[in-house]
């Protein structure tokens, strides 16, 4: 199953307001990262976050992680049409007594020019 | 560009066949994931290399193995298809063990028809 679930599963918004994605999971983690993927190409990592983090900034993004509450959100500001992508959530869970990154589901992010 | 390649970039392929997906990591990286994606089950971790051994393995079906080479490259081996293996499949890679940052390839679009 999914560590990570985001919300909403699509967002559409007009270019220059700000966007908001959330992401809750289910256990412990030790770090949560966001990418983007551009429709069928890679997954480009955007921001990594440590649990004793509880926000962080990247440019336009701005990532807060509320570990009491097992969620994360990322806010991309002032957004342009070449936002438009799916943002993937992704934390650490204990795999094989390693650590893995386990994906969530995506938002779907249009901006509308 | 991340530096990670991946070869083909589309397969088309009918059931019951075997196909060879390629991966270079980028310069360095010593860990290597499989990774494949899905309309309904979403991006699902596959397998991890990690210096030339097998780390972890997470939903990788018998059918499919894969290995890393000793100059790093991967190839994930996927045989006796069937039509619910039409993925993109993807490749990253990282410097070292552990859920921290990940480099991802352009992947390769499976179609098995």
């Known amino acids: 199953s999914q560590q990570g679930e985001e919300d909403p599963q699509a967002l559409s918004i007009q270019e220059g307001e700000n966007a908001t994605m959330n992401c809750s999971y289910k256990?412990?983690?030790?770090?949560l990262q966001w990418y983007r993927q551009n429709s069928g190409r890679g997954l480009v990592h955007l921001i990594l976050i440590r649990s004793n983090e509880r926000e962080k900034h990247s440019g336009r993004l701005r990532v807060t992680l509320d570990t009491s509450k097992k969620s994360s959100s990322l806010l991309i500001t002032a957004s342009r049409a070449a936002d438009t992508a799916s943002y993937f959530c992704?934390?650490?869970?204990?795999?094989?007594?390693?650590?893995?990154?386990?994906f969530g589901s995506g938002t779907r992010l249009l901006v509308r020019p | 560009d991340s530096g990670v390649t991946q070869t083909p970039k589309h397969l088309i392929t009918a059931t019951g066949q075997r196909v060879t997906l390629r991966c270079s990591p980028r310069s360095g990286d010593l860990s290597v994931y499989w990774y494949q994606q899905s309309l309904d089950q979403g991006l699902q971790f596959l397998i991890q290399y990690y210096n030339g051994e097998e780390r972890a393995k997470g939903n990788i079906l018998e059918r499919f193995s894969a290995q890393q080479f000793p100059d790093l490259h991967s190839e994930l081996n996927l045989s006796s298809l069937e039509l619910g293996d039409s993925a993109l499949y993807f490749c990253?890679?990282?410097?070292?063990?552990?859920?921290?940052?990940?480099?991802f390839g352009p992947g390769t679009r499976l179609t098995v028809t």
């Open positions: 992704a934390t650490d869970a204990i795999w094989d007594s390693s650590y893995k990154l386990i």
């Open positions: 990253a890679s990282s410097p070292r063990d552990g859920a921290l940052e990940q480099y």
């Open positions: 256990t412990s983690i030790n770090n």
